[in-house]
């Protein structure tokens, strides 16, 4: 059976090739983010054509070789790519074999494959995959009819294999901010604040003067770039010019415009997913829950390169998927598709839709506008911070109509919020720049991610436990003055710190423990076993009475209700504020690829979970985006991390699911009840300050 | 204004020809070709840009070369090479001590000062110690026990 993937791209080439330096080239149109995904992918691939792991060169995010795979996002990666890869694998494999067969005079099953050579009957048959591989028609379409290995057979997959881009990266290389060619130049940009802001006065001549070097100024309607051999003098002209610029109908900002309250006021696209509406009579508890605008806070300004030579368009850019690049550059510029091709270079991690599809387009620009001159475009730490897409803020309040006995029957989520779906190319969406030009794009209709697709505000919105008719009421709002899009997890953060935290309410209204509340109404088995894992792991049956400044609390998810679970349960102290001691977490990813990696990846999103619950806030002011640095938009430090434990639950026999956003909810929910635990009232509103902490203690 | 100025970069001495106020971290990157250290914010907040400057863990992204002259900077290139890796860069890859990576080349630095001084430090100090350097993709538990784990192995050496 042809999976997701494949259907898109069903030609075997796409995904495998042989190369004769006696490796092999694995494509995807995933890339690596920092998650480890390639070196997960590149096991799938060696283990089904038996290779050793150094024998696969993964060739990622090439728009003009490579498989489309859409974007890099979601959690759907291993899901998508890693079950093509493997189907294709398999494949090729079988091909390669049965004429391998051929070649030798040997029945198939006599073959086995050895470190890409062929053995017969144990014993080396003097040829291999690159000795046959010009007898292969790759070029065919891919059946997914051959079987990939069983569980049992696997000798790569399942192993911590050490990350492969990571050696490079402890020596001073591998990101795009790196990249040289010869003869290039270096790009900052002038941004316009706001759509339909226009440039009034720009003095170029104070420009070069403050540049203090040799710069070209590129203008396009309201589309500035200053370019240059020198990049300190070409920021200190960009640095300049935002300064001085003059614009007629600049984005303004109220502060209260940033809160989840105002965004809540807005008028609203309202929708109804899941079960009809409960009976109006019925006994029902709710409770409302806040978070702010947070941003995606990449340690690197966003950055691309881009060359225009021989009337062929070639970019390099960390976004998160080269083919949707390619599309919206193509026809931002009016290009065809062929004359433009984008490669995927890494970069700092982004977390979701963050500036670095926007700097592509600026150093497109650039570079159509200095042609046969390679151009590095890397944004300001500012401009990353006041012109990336935020992560909604979001109001939700949980309803549940309770039976005799205290059990939830009957539950509601209801969602404000701005979309999390605004990926250039997806409803309606454009690269930033475009509202620059002369003819800007039209107008979006509202939109958010499909629940089907996961969803985007409502992407957890329904609770995994046995209650009865669940439903999600969202009040989609389309006119919030910022750009929003996707943030690791996306609505679920805060709905699952939502629906965990009425949960806890809940159980205590009935004198009940929460874990034993939770398993009362929970059958599905992966779920409970993740719980009562968290659950011994903190030693949660010492739980003590709590109301004395320390706390236990927890969180449970099933990520997107299809990918990882995940079961977390915190400590904390709060006095002034609140201290996170230690997180415990379980979770259950299915066949695990790279335990290790997986791991990695949940101890990141723990943390940046705990950074959300805490610390992270977007503010606005009458410039716009005022939080545009790291002193007014702290995150989590060293000297805040807390003793972290996770574990796989072995769950080997079900198909791998994604894992990389599977504990952002659940943390922040058990450090919401761990919260309420110590303090004995509840915080509804992250992030939980102190001033937070001051009125909850007040009420 | 150009001057002529000369900076040991890595026991190498340049003779360089950079405007006075160029910054350390540019003079670094572009004109001496050595990319580990990593724009961040430019505001001396992140870390990312840290260098040894006479063995002091320093932010390089504002720090105008003028300045420098005469000074020794080390940065994670001169820490190890992928041949001969630093105690500390070995500690990362067999902790698997990141995730993008961005952050590093500063960490290291910024641990390497460290241990230079306190060379059995604890976790709390450690995290003390690497306060300045963000790293957002939440790679600091394994951070953290790289450098202590660094630390053991450089005493094992030592000893």
Known sequence: MLTFSLKDNPRLDRWLRFEDDHTVRIGTGKVELGQGVLTALAQIAAEELDLRIDQVRMMSGNSVEGPGEGYTASSWSIEHSGAAIRLVAAEVRALALARAALRLNAAPDELTVADGAFLKNGSPSGIDYWSIAGELDLSAEATGTVPPKPLSAHRLVGRSVPRLDLPAKLTGSGFIQDMMLPGMLHARTLRQPGPGAMLLQLDEEMIRRRAGGDIRIVRLDNFVAFAGADETAVRAAAVAATERAIWDNALSLAPEQATPDWVASQPSDDRLMGDPPPEPAMDRVCARFTRPFLSHGSIAPSCAVALYRDGVLTVWSHAQGMHPLRENIARTVGFSLDAVACHHVQGAGCYGHNGADDAALDAALVALALPDQPIRLMWRREEEFGYEPLSSAMTVTVHAGLDGAGQPVDWTTEIWSATHGQRPGVGGASLLAAHAMKTPPPDRKPFDIPLERGGGAARNGIPLYDIGPKRIELHLIHDVPVRTSSLRGLGATLNVFAIEGLLDDLAGRAGEDPVAYRLAILSDPRARRVLEKAAAMANWSSRDAGGAGSGLGIGLARYKNSSAYAAVAAAVEVDEAVRVTNIWCAVDAGLAINPDGILNQIEGNIVQAISWALIEEVRFGPQGIATLDWESYPVIRFSEIPEIRVELVEANEYPPIGVGECAGGPTAAAIGNAVAHALGTRIHDMPMTRDRIMKALMA | ?159
């Not at chain 2, 970069?9 to 990593?38: F, I, Y």
């Not at chain 2, 505001?43 to 063995?55: P, R």
């Not at chain 2, 059995?120 to 951070?143: F, K, Q, V, Y």
């Open chain 2, 1 to 159: 204004m150009n001057e002529c100025l000369t900076l040991n970069v890595n026991g190498q001495v340049h003779e360089l020809d950079v405007p006075s106020t160029a910054p350390l971290l540019d003079v670094l990157r572009n004109h001496l070709g050595l990319k580990g250290s990593r724009y961040g914010c430019g505001l001396e907040q992140c870390g990312a840009c840290m260098v040894l400057i006479d063995g002091v863990a320093a932010y390089s992204c504002s720090r105008e070369i003028g300045t420098l002259s005469g000074r020794t900077i080390t940065t994670v290139e001169g820490l190890g090479s992928a041949d001969a890796l630093h105690p500390l860069q070995q500690a990362f890859l067999d902790e698997q001590a990141g995730q993008c990576g961005y952050c590093l080349s500063g960490i290291l630095i910024a641990a390497k000062a460290f241990l230079d001084r306190n060379p059995d430090p604890t976790r709390a100090e450690i995290a003390a110690a690497l306060d300045a350097n963000l790293c957002r993709c939440g790679s600091h538990p394994r951070i953290l026990r790289a450098v202590l784990k660094a630390a053991a192995d450089m005493r094992e050496k030592v000893a």
